[in-house]
């Protein structure tokens, strides 16, 4: 009897981990549930203000309710690896003659928004691995420094960005306004933040190529 035993009390071991496991996991998809539900209203509100404030899309675009949908669903998805968001948004907003014009600075605008969060996201990445590097309190307070002033660099190595939202409106008699968002891969962003702080740090300070590896050992 005692085999007999054993493997009921072993099937029932495995029966309560099992409803355990789907316990742990009905909250986290219950979670998954709700927070795109709140995206998917919070963007039908968005798209139904901006129709009100007369913006249109250019014609064979996608509808302003879809783009904004879009775009929502995009800044809440997740890395399957690491668990972080997967892209960076931005937003920019730009007033010119044509369509063309505005949409060039709003563009610009927007990548200029891109650059300050990922400078403040590698400066805040870097202020935990300055202790890791061994650095000097010089050298710490120059890393530091120049963490806090690659934001102009960094606009310069991003690449090509996703577009999200492009709409539109007249505005006066003779100008068009502009409203753009666009998305950036997040790992691509720090390997941008990275390269530029690696070239600036090697430029303008002594500090040896393996403390810098450690440094920079993030991502």
Do not use: C
Not at 33 to 44: G, P, Q
């Amino acid at each position: 009897m005692k085999p007999i035993i054993k493997l009921l009390l072993l099937a029932f071991v495995l029966l309560f981990s099992n409803a355990d496991l789907m316990a742990q996991k009905k909250p986290t998809r219950a979670a998954e549930k709700e927070l795109k539900s709140r995206v998917m209203r919070k963007a039908k509100k968005e798209a139904r203000q901006l129709t009100r404030e007369g913006y249109d899309v250019a014609p064979g675009a996608l509808p302003i309710a879809r783009q904004v949908e879009s775009s929502w669903i995009r800044s809440i998805e997740m890395d399957a690896e690491t668990g972080y968001p997967k892209y960076i948004t931005a937003n920019g907003n730009a007033v010119g003659e044509s369509i063309t014009a505005a949409k060039l600075q709003a563009n610009e605008i927007a990548k200029f928004e891109l650059a300050g969060t990922i400078s403040t996201n590698v400066a805040a990445l870097i202020e935990g691995n300055i202790a890791n590097a061994q650095l000097s309190t010089q050298e710490a307070a120059s890393v530091t420094e120049i963490a806090g002033a690659i934001k102009n660099l960094v606009v310069q190595e991003i690449g090509r960005v996703l577009p999200l939202l492009e709409i539109y409106r007249p505005v006066g008699k003779n100008n068009v306004e502009v409203n753009i968002r666009i998305g950036y891969n997040s790992e691509m962003a720090i390997e941008a933040g990275k390269k530029v702080l690696r070239r600036e740090l090697t430029d303008k300070t002594k500090i040896l190529h393996e403390k810098l590896d450690k440094l920079l050992d993030f991502k």
